[in-house]
């Protein structure tokens, strides 16, 4: 039985062939490289006949390195590698039919539990910034995505800049314009990488117990951090995805009904590249009953909702707000708390529990939960399930760049706005310090203008032009449990001050706002101090390792 829908790559024109750069290998790298790799030309790509601790450890290694997956294979990987008896394989070419139980089970009966039995190691690179965060939605998913602080975004591939280029901007009247604002973004961003990067040096010393290299790297990384916010959201990373056949279906019938032209054309990459491996779990995908039905649903419904909030709301004037507002909370959390740690250790209905918990004195019910807490000797000493009886729900208005890293926390709700100019950008004072800042204020400037003129043609695509350092709506709702791990987490030392901030406004909001002095209490491993080089802990860590 042949692979549905395998009849070959999704079909481009002339012009949107140069939306990726393809990559050159020798003949004898092109023939390792076939054995484990689905395609050796396309942006995205399936690992197949590698140990499980080959391909994880290639993905923990992608996110900090410029090079493309199959380059990092084949320059630090396949050495380690016993490859010989692997040497009548193609990947490429994909599997020849089905496997019988799956196709009979999964797509005849339905049993969708059969389809997270299943899981590839999928590489995504390539991809615009704007692209990642509707790759990373899926919560049942593990993804490990290009750093804007270990890599300068200066490096050019294939002799261009790293971002997006959408065929149809290209080929409308912006399209030249697009590339030279581009251009000249990355252009300030370099220059100002390099001014903050000797600023930071003249200004920071290097400890005599730091070897020189440990130095450059934690002062190179404080560099990229301010100036990460020039860059525009069309900027491309490299993403890698792992996870069932399930969640990839899902993943992709979301794409294919998505407004951004991008997100739907990558969508038929992965389902061609996925379809080598596991092909059963992806018959409904484009069968129009099915999963072509599923698509429709979800466009109508955010087509048709899109519409009525624009009628209702679209001209309200938007009115200075916070960073961080607290904006629903459970006045009566703690009791619930406390009574859900009682649950588990009693044989009382839980509506009993609470009456009993509401009487307790507060030093009874201080001496429950420090006991379910215990001694937490370090972050990853978290508290059971008792503290997901209490949610939060923060509307937040950060720069783009520290969404990007809170979005990455996925088990919780987390919903954004259209990412845009309208609300303003974060300057980082070590950008004025270094005497950048007038390079940064010109690149804010010029994604504004760029955006203001694509925006009525190209609505979806606009925000390509917008900088990181450009502020985003967005709201997050999560239990105090995922509050635990994710403000102690994004509060270390290392993490970037942008997010830093964040999650230490909303442990405060916690504890003073919400008065849930206990669920606050918990959290002791948050930061709230950063060393001068937020990185230097980290890279003395990876020397010591490396020197073992």
Known sequence: MGVPGLTGPPSYDDLSMSVYVPEDFTPDEADVLRRYFTNLDGPVFALVNLPEVVKGA???????????????????????????????????????????LYEKVFFEYGDDSVAQLGGVHLACEQASNILTKILEWGRLMSYLEQSTRYIAYDARLGGRYRFFRDPAVLASQFGTR???????????????????????????????????????QATRAK???????????ASL???????????????????????????????????????????SFLRRVDLADRGGAWSDYLEQTRTATADLVAQLFGDAPVAPSPEVQLVDFDPDAENKLVAAICYSHSHLPEHDLLERVRVLTADEKVALVRAYVGERSNRRHKPGRAFERVDYRFDVLSDYGAFRDLQRHRMLTLEWQTLTPNHGYIR????????????????????????????????EQASYAVSMAYRLRYVMQFNAREAIHMLELRSAPQGHPSYRRVVLEMHRLIAQEARHYAVAEAMTHLTTEAPELERLASERRAEQRRNS
């Open 178 to 216: 697009y590339v030279g604002d581009m251009d000249r973004m990355f252009d300030a961003y370099s220059a100002a990488v390099n001014q903050v990067t000797n600023h930071v040096r003249d200004t920071i010393p290097r400890d005599p117990a730091d070897s020189e290299f440990v130095y450059r």
């Open 428 to 459: 980082p004072d070590l950008v004025d310090e270094s005497g950048a800042g007038g390079l940064f204020d010109e690149t804010m400037d010029r994604s504004a203008r760029l955006f203001d003129d694509l925006k009525g043609q190209f609505p």
């Open 223 to 233: 560099a990229l951090d301010a100036t990460r916010g020039m860059l525009p959201a």
């Open 237 to 279: 990373s490299n993403l890698g995805i792992y996870g069932s056949g399930q969640a990839f279906e899902a993943l992709l019938l979301r794409m294919r009904a998505h407004p951004l032209p991008e997100a739907r054309h990558y969508a038929e990459l992965m389902l061609h590249e996925l379809r080598k491996v596991i092909p």
């Open 58 to 100: 290639l993905f923990a290694r992608y996110s900090r390195s410029p090079k493309s997956l199959r380059r990092l294979f084949l320059d630090e990987f396949v050495n380690d590698l016993d490859i010989e008896g692997d040497e009548s394989i193609d990947a490429t070419v994909g599997l020849e039919r089905a496997e019988e």
